[in-house]
């Protein structure tokens, strides 16, 4: 099944007005319907000696019309195999991936690599986590984009460098025609980072996937980054999930965020409501607790390292490192409580 629709040839954008012409990449935005919706998808990996090895248990995720949704947690937790497995990056016969998943409504399918290829940089744009592993260091930068524009439109060459252009520029990058002309190794980590952010964008998808896109950037390129973000979504209406282990870049964007760990989401919190008083988890509250402040001499730690991968635990991931935890902490699977709308918390601890 393919699910990405034709695309015809289109003018390229007024390099004054990028991002201000209509979704080419994307079906018209149907206004109900989530653009990502994942139910129970579980993710295992095979190890030669332990066999199959839970990475992502059952993770229920939506994201809306023109909405960013965060998805936090410490590394290893799980955040970058869970989009990987969506958009058929995960080769097959070492990972087994199960659960449904839809994209504007259509089942995806996540063993077709065929498939996954066709959804990424038209429906699907990734800002992926390490820019510089993400280029080919033999290639210009110019082919990045021609490569990406010219797997799924019929623009002409001289039309996709015009794009890439106004698209860099408006990224703050100096000379775009000289990085365009530029090898990846010729350009800085920032650079890289914002060239990634122009070609994810530049198809104008009904998704992005921002996956840490502020972690290898200096404080002022972050900024920029989180703006266009921002801008994707306000002017050419695309949603995104953003991932990141800073808390403070993804609450300044989303309305909603999961919290994972271990493979599991075990807080889902409107963002507004992220503050240590609100959130129930315990492993949430040591997170906020551990967002570095201006006003905080010492950060707080949390205790202890995330499990690694096993086969199947019992009970609550987070049990051997929480300072709540009770015995049936270590055997009872839960299903999610709804504290209120919107707010919903995988904890034996929490009534309601
Ligand atoms: N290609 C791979 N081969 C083996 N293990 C992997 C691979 N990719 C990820 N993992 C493991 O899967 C788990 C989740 O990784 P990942 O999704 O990258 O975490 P996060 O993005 O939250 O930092 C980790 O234990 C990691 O070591
Ligand atoms: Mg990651």
């Not at 058929?88 to 259509?106: C, E, I, N, T």
């Not at 890289?192 to 972690?215: F, G, H, N, S, Y």
């Amino acid at each position: 099944m393919t699910l990405a629709p034709t695309t015809s040839a289109q003018p390229p954008p007024d390099p004054a007005g990028h991002n201000s012409g209509p979704a080419q990449g994307s079906p018209k935005p149907d206004q109900k319907t989530p653009v990502l919706s994942a139910q129970d998808l579980s993710v295992d990996l095979l190890s030669p000696k332990k066999g199959w090895l839970k990475v992502i248990h059952k993770v229920s995720l939506e994201v809306g019309p023109q909405d960013i949704v965060g998805l936090i947690g410490e590394s290893g937790g799980g955040k970058s195999v869970f989009w990987k497995a969506l958009f058929g990056l995960l080769d097959s016969p070492k990972w087994r991936v199960s659960g449904q998943a839809f994209l504007q409504g259509k089942l995806l399918n996540y063993h077709d690599e065929e498939e996954g290829r066709a959804l990424r940089g038209q429906s699907v744009g990734i800002i992926p986590q390490d820019p510089m592993s993400a280029f080919d260091p033999v290639r210009t930068i110019l082919s990045h984009f021609l490569e990406t524009a010219g797997a799924h439109t019929t623009l002409t060459k001289n039309q996709i460098s015009q794009m890439a252009e106004s698209s860099l520029a408006q990224l703050y990058i100096d000379n775009p025609k000289r990085i365009l002309a530029s090898y990846p190794f010729q350009c800085s980590g920032g650079t890289l980072q914002r060239v990634m952010v122009a070609i994810a964008d530049l198809l104008k998808p009904a998704l992005l996937v921002a996956d840490e896109p502020t972690t290898s950037v200096d404080v002022t390129v972050r900024r920029e980054v989180l703006s266009l973000l921002k801008d994707s979504k306000n002017q050419i209406g695309s949603s995104i999930l953003l991932i990141s282990h800073d808390l403070m870049a993804v609450t300044s964007l989303a309305s909603e965020i999961n919290v994972m760990y271990a493979g599991s989401i075990i807080e889902r919190i409107p963002t507004p409501a992220l503050t240590a008083s609100q959130a129930r988890h315990p492993y949430t509250i040591k997170l906020i607790k551990a967002r570095p402040s201006f006003s905080k001499e010492r950060l707080e730690s949390i205790p202890g390292a995330p499990p690694t991968l096993s086969a199947g635990q019992s009970g609550c991931p987070f049990q051997p490192r929480c300072e709540k935890a009770l015995k049936p902490c270590r055997h009872y699977d839960l299903e999610p409580k709804q504290i209120s709308p919107g707010h919903e918390v995988r904890c034996l601890l929490v009534d309601r």
